[in-house]
């Protein structure tokens, strides 16, 4: 079993940054891909972004590209979420998922290409 915690969310004014943080354990997750994804208050949980066992693979929704950059530290057992240039839009839960790679080691976006989920961490975009 994998275990998922995330941290790092928070209240910030539009136009600022927040890094996110999943720390896996339980299990090496080197080779998994991870995700991120949000729920916003009344909608479906939506995918964020997503990399590869070894990083060299990522994928984002384009609502987040070229402002979000997800990343891993193997040896940490982690993975973040850089987020910049926040709007008021991106106000959500975040959840940090995991894929076991017996289903597969590439990122995806969809939901139920992930095993295992943390609690998520909210974060509040004030305009």
């Known amino acids: 079993q994998v275990q998922l915690v995330e941290s790092g969310g928070g209240l910030v004014e539009a136009g600022g940054s927040l890094r996110l943080s999943c720390a896996a354990s339980?299990?090496?997750?080197?080779?998994?891909?991870m995700g991120w994804f949000r729920q916003a208050p009344g909608k479906e949980r939506e995918f964020v972004s997503a990399?590869?066992?070894?990083?060299?693979?990522?994928i984002y929704a384009d609502s987040v590209k070229g402002r979000f950059t997800i990343s891993r530290d193997n040896a940490k057992n982690t993975v973040y979420l850089q987020m910049n240039s926040l709007k008021p839009e991106d106000t959500a839960v975040y959840f940090c998922?995991?894929?076991?790679?017996?289903?597969?080691?590439?990122?995806?976006?969809?939901?139920?290409?992930?095993?295992?989920w943390g609690q998520g961490t909210q974060v509040t975009v004030s305009s």
């Open positions: 998922a995991a894929r076991n790679p017996v289903l597969g080691i590439r990122p995806r976006p969809q939901i139920a290409a992930y095993d295992y």
């Open positions: 339980g299990r090496t997750v080197s080779s998994y891909a």
């Open positions: 990399i590869s066992g070894s990083g060299g693979s990522t």
